[in-house]
């Protein structure tokens, strides 16, 4: 029998930080990427965000490569070269929680297929995949910006749903309960809530937790249960 899982990433699999905000970051996006931009950082900023603002009229999930494609005069390659050097610029560390290989390689050993759902940027998120190893693990990869919906809207569920042909016995996993747990519930889908440091901060929120960090194992044990009772 077929079995699919669905992932959140960030603060799911991949514990990240991130600072679009400081002065500091701005600066170093003038001096590296806009040096020849008549602008000042803080002029370089208000933009940015009067862009963003902009794009989030349209659709309720903004594909920042509009912005950097404004930003860069339409020159859409220097966008793209552009929005990834401004993502590992404004990382302070992107890292996996331990077990996270662990868990996917013994997933795929089972027979599991594996799917990302993830509040994300396309342009920022398919590099670090690669970068930390994991891209290959997965069957699917739905990301928002390229939906034009972000969880816990249930139309980013159902469309990545039916593109993927994903089971309508799956469980999905995440680290938010309003985004991962609470719109998978009211589809029917199976869910298992991992509390972790990027979990919006709900006392009410651990007590709901299937777990308290992130354990491969029993997450896989976990798993294995849902299926079973399924």
Not at 7 to 17: A, E, K, R, S, V
Not at 42 to 56: A, E, W
Not at 124 to 142: C, M, Q, R, V, W
Not at 198 to 216: E, Q, R
């Amino acid at each position: 029998m077929e079995k699919n899982i669905l992932f959140d990433l960030y603060g799911t699999l991949i514990d990240i930080n991130t600072d679009e905000k400081s002065n500091t970051f701005w600066n170093d996006v003038k001096t590296n990427l806009f040096f020849d931009n008549k602008m000042t950082a803080i002029q370089l900023k208000n933009k940015y965000i009067r862009l963003c603002k902009k794009y989030s009229t349209i659709k309720e999930e903004i594909d920042i490569l509009d912005v950097f494609d404004d930003l860069n005069d339409g020159d859409h390659l220097k966008a793209i070269s552009c929005a990834v050097k401004f993502r590992e610029l404004s990382t302070k560390y992107i890292r996996l929680y331990d077990g996270v290989k662990e868990l996917l390689n013994e997933l795929k050993k089972a027979n599991y297929k594996l799917f990302v759902l993830s509040n994300a940027q396309n342009v920022f998120t398919i590099p670090e995949l690669k970068k930390l190893g994991i891209i290959d693990s997965f069957n699917g990869i739905a990301i928002s910006s390229d939906y034009g919906y972000k969880k816990p809207n249930k139309l980013f569920y159902k469309e990545a749903i039916k593109h993927f042909s994903i089971r309508s016995d799956a469980i999905m996993i995440g680290n938010d309960y309003e985004c991962d747990v609470k719109p998978a519930i009211e589809l029917s889908l199976k869910s298992i809530f991992i509390y972790s440091n990027l979990t919006p901060n709900k006392p009410d929120y651990v007590n709901k937790a299937d777990f308290i960090g992130f354990d491969s194992d029993k997450i896989f044990e976990r798993i294995n249960e849902l299926v079973i009772s399924s």
